[in-house]
């Protein structure tokens, strides 16, 4: 399974996740309610993630995504 297609998978399922970055930036946490957009652009695939009410937005190229993890309820 692609890093694209896990994306797609846990959004679909409302799942709560993790996105690990290679660039510098720390690991984003994605709450199975926010909004999450990918799209093409002139430099690849980007993953748009927005939180709630619109007050975050992150925007992330997929090259820059090392790997995606599930949060698991403690």
């Not at 619109?54 to 190229?61: F, Q």
Request: proline share 7%; charged share 20%.
């Amino acid at each position: 399974m692609t890093i694209s297609e896990k994306i797609h998978s846990l959004v679909a399922a409302n799942q709560t996740f993790t996105i690990h970055l290679s660039d510098g930036r720390p690991p984003l946490d994605v709450r199975g309610r926010d909004w999450i957009s990918m799209h093409p652009s002139g430099k690849g695939t980007s993953v748009t993630v927005y939180g709630p009410g619109d007050e975050e937005e992150h925007w992330i190229p997929l090259f820059a995504i090392t790997s995606v993890s599930i949060n698991e309820l403690v």
